[in-house]
Nanobody, 121 residues
Framework: QVQLVESGGGLVQPGGSLMLSCEAS?????????MGWYRQTPGNERELVAE???????TYADSVKGRFTISRDPVKYKVYLQMNSLKPEDTAVYYC??????????????WGQGTQVIVSS
């Protein structure tokens, strides 16, 4: 089993900042290629916020470009999401995602449990 655990969510006023963190751990030998952040609001599908590949390429949703920054520590399989200039429409549950590679098994996605971000005055 490979687990991803997020931290850093909370309540923030519009225009404020938050940093989300996510770390992968497991009792088996594994590695992770792409890591990313998704978010979901009630009644809607989970949507990509940002993802970062092992070669450093990064993809952002148009709605967060220029405000959010994704980064990762490839040695420790940690990924971060710095969120600035937050807007009420950024309110959602944010999920960490990683594409897990285990020798002898097909690659598979692993998800964190989610962390709530509320942007409100």
């Amino acid at each position: 089993q490979v687990q991803l655990v997020e931290s850093g969510g909370g309540l923030v006023q519009p225009g404020g900042s938050l940093m989300l963190s996510c770390e992968a751990s497991g009792r088996i030998f594994f590695s992770i290629s792409t890591m990313g952040w998704y978010r979901q609001t009630p009644g809607n599908e989970r949507e990509l916020v940002a993802e970062i590949y092992t070669d450093g390429r990064i993809t952002y949703a148009d709605s967060v470009k220029g405000r959010f920054t994704i980064s990762r520590d490839p040695v420790k399989y940690k990924v971060y999401l710095q969120m600035n200039s937050l807007k009420p429409e950024d309110t959602a549950v944010y999920y960490c995602n990683g594409e897990v590679m285990v020798p002898g098994l097909p690659d598979f996605p692993s998800w964190g449990q989610g962390t709530q971000v509320i942007v409100s005055s």
